[in-house]
């Protein structure tokens, strides 16, 4: 059975860079797509990325100037970079997998990660 | 950009049906996607493209979509099914979100 877990501080301070890793276990990272996600308190989820085990990647505009999501084939790991921080990027965070770019199910989910921007 | 509006709470009676609704404009021309979230658990898909049914995910849950809205039914509500629901679909390569569904069962 697949497995996703999120790694990665818990607090994070203002105008830094969050940095998460999502390790995979139980099946391969080649031949998917792994993407992030993020629930604030009291707000709706969001969808921040994705990465192709090729290291392609496909971000929310919203978000996208402040984004990084890179993959590790060797680890089985892909990770989130979020640059310039604020108290609204506090959130949970996941990642999950899905086997194409759109219009496809995320079928896989890590448990989520809290991440509180604060200084 | 294109919306999807869910109510923030439904309550159902053990035993009895649960409807949890998401709406957009000609929401009937997309697909849409139900996911659980159950605090410190895994999200869930509990139905695919509009009305499919993952494996493992139990027969009491179904789901359509018809004109602006998409349901989400839960028959025989136990108190397992207690949660929130979001729809999902996709919106110009980008993945969107209702704003969920607190289900409580009474």
């Known amino acids: 059975q697949v497995q996703l877990q999120e790694s990665g501080p818990g607090l994070v301070k203002p105008s830094e860079t969050l940095s998460l890793t999502c390790t995979v276990s139980?099946?391969?990272?080649?031949?998917?797509?792994w993407s992030w996600f993020r629930q604030p308190p009291g707000k709706r989820l969001e969808w921040i990325g994705h990465?192709?085990?090729?290291?392609?990647?496909k971000s929310n505009p919203s978000l996208k100037s402040r984004v990084t999501i890179s993959v590790d084939t060797s680890k089985n790991q892909f990770s989130l970079k979020l640059s310039s921080v604020t108290a609204a990027d506090t959130a949970i965070y996941y990642c999950?997998?899905?086997?194409?770019?759109?219009?496809?199910?995320?079928?896989?989910w890590g448990q989520g990660t809290l991440v509180t921007v604060s200084s | 950009s294109y919306e999807l509006t869910q109510a923030p709470s439904v309550s159902v009676s053990p035993g009895q049906t649960a409807s949890v609704t998401c709406s957009g404009d000609?929401?009937?021309?997309?697909y849409v996607w139900w996911y659980q979230l159950k605090p410190g658990q895994s999200p869930v898909v509990v139905i695919?493209?509009?009305?499919k049914r993952p494996s493992g995910i139990p027969e009491r849950l179904s789901g359509s979509n018809s004109g602006n809205t998409a349901t989400l039914t839960i028959s025989g509500t136990q108190a397992v099914d207690e949660a929130d629901y979001y729809c999902?679909?996709?919106?110009?390569?980008?993945?969107?979100f209702g704003g969920g569904t607190k289900l409580t069962v009474l």
């Open positions: 999950a997998r899905h086997s194409s770019g759109e219009r496809t199910t995320f079928d896989h």
């Open positions: 139980g099946g391969s990272i080649n031949s998917f797509y």
């Open positions: 990465v192709y085990y090729s290291g392609n990647t």
């Open positions: 000609k929401l009937e021309d997309r």
């Open positions: 695919y493209e509009d009305k």
């Open positions: 999902q679909a996709w919106d110009s390569s980008t993945v969107i």
